[in-house]
């Protein structure tokens, strides 16, 4: 019970800090790339100098300073897992950090409320999940409540609101190719290692679309460089980079998306205050609760489900302690039975009914019966702290 309750805490601790900590960086973000304040509109910048200074720290750390070992990574893991998902990291912070340029603060977290309905759609093509018919539909009428959020928009633009979804569904399959990498490939990284590894080939990907766009742009304009700015803005981007893999590592895709909309909530009320641009109507706030009503109802399904599911196993789970004495006294029934009871025309052939044809048969199988029961002991124990664990 103790450890249970021990990462259950660290699990609201992480997903705490991951709240926190993705405030800010939004909040700090948007600050530097607004022309309003800072005046650096150049976003892929930006974000190629978040992926250089973590990909820089996480060097340090696991070649210099060797606070972690480096994990082998084959050639494929790293074509198939590592490419994919820095590919879409970078896309998605990309087109997320351009809207907001363009868009408030405020709309771009009621345009997030999607997550959970990019994300299921991503595990389910990805194979992670199951399509659940009740959970797409709670998932479709909180997209009805995003339309609703858009049309009652003052600062609407087309343009900047597909990017925006186009950052949100690379977000969603990044972090379902990073559960894949994290869980299903049987790795053990650790937010170090997957800064290791992802950032660096985030920056390459980062860099062709910088050198096109932003490149001629920077050459020509006065740009405002302070470098404490810079600075702290890279450390609060590395920080929320460890604390998502964090999160994801202990938790999963959709839980951390979900757990975003009390995000959302904070960044909307904290927006209107810092920028007071960011204004938002009533049509933006009836849209806005009619998403987190359906996504509250989807979580709570989920939550029930799970309770019901993991109840069921526990019911049908015998006592490890008891397995060995129960076991022993169903062998020792079934050999009583077997002695007392030989009939005189059994088929050799014949295993549906577990009968033994002579003494030598038997004996063979009573010779069996312990090495069977051990492995299916080992079996079940191993099950049984691997469902501990996690």
């Avoid at 992926?51 to 084959?74: D, E, Y």
């Avoid at 198939?80 to 950090?97: Q, R, Y």
């Avoid at 389910?124 to 659940?132: A, E, I, N, P, S």
Wanted: with cysteine; hydrophobic share 50%; aromatic share 14%.
């Amino acid at each position: 019970m103790k450890v249970i309750n021990k990462s259950l805490f660290l699990t609201y601790l992480y997903l705490f800090i991951y709240i926190l900590l993705s405030s800010g960086v939004i909040l700090y973000n948007k600050w530097v790339l607004s022309p309003k304040y800072f005046n650096f509109p150049f976003p892929i910048t930006l974000t190629m100098i978040h992926m250089g200074f973590s990909g820089a720290v996480a060097f340090l750390l696991v070649r210099v300073f060797k606070v972690v070992a480096p994990v082998k990574m084959t050639f494929e893991i790293y074509a198939t897992c590592v490419i994919p998902i820095s590919a879409f990291f970078a896309s998605s912070l990309w087109f997320g950090n351009t809207a907001y340029l363009h868009i408030s603060v405020a709309f771009i977290q009621m345009l997030k409320a999607l997550m959970p309905v990019a994300t299921l759609i991503m595990a389910v093509l990805c194979g992670t999940d199951k399509l659940r018919w009740d959970v797409f539909l709670n998932m479709l009428l909180v997209s009805v409540g995003v339309v609703i959020s858009s049309y009652g928009e003052i600062h609407f633009n087309v343009v900047v609101t597909l990017y925006q979804c186009t950052g949100i569904f690379a977000e969603a399959l990044r972090l379902v190719l990073t559960q894949v990498l994290l869980q299903k490939k049987g790795l053990t990284l650790n937010p170090i290692t997957s800064l290791y590894y992802i950032a660096p080939c985030s920056f390459a990907f980062l860099f062709v679309p910088w050198y096109f766009l932003e490149k001629a742009g920077m050459e020509v304009s006065q740009i405002q460089f302070n470098f404490w700015i810079f600075f702290s803005n890279a450390v609060c981007a590395l920080a929320l980079n460890f604390s998502i893999f964090l999160v994801i590592g202990r938790t999963g895709a959709v839980t951390i998306r979900v757990a975003g909309v009390l995000k959302d909530w904070i960044l909307i009320a904290l927006s209107t205050v810092i920028f007071p641009e960011s204004a938002i109507t009533g049509l933006n706030i009836i849209g806005y609760a009619i998403e987190l009503f359906f996504l509250y109802a989807a979580l709570c399904g989920v939550v029930m489900y799970n309770y019901i599911k993991v109840k069921d196993v526990k019911a049908s789970q015998l006592p490890t302690d008891s397995l060995p004495e129960r076991m022993n006294k169903d062998w020792r029934t079934e050999k009583k039975s077997s002695n007392l009871y030989a009939p005189d025309n059994i088929d050799d052939n014949d295993t549906s009914t577990g009968k033994v044809s002579s003494m030598s048969d038997m004996n063979v199988v009573d010779e069996e019966v312990p090495l069977m029961a051990s492995s299916r002991l080992s079996h079940i124990g191993r099950s049984q702290l691997s469902s501990r664990d996690a």
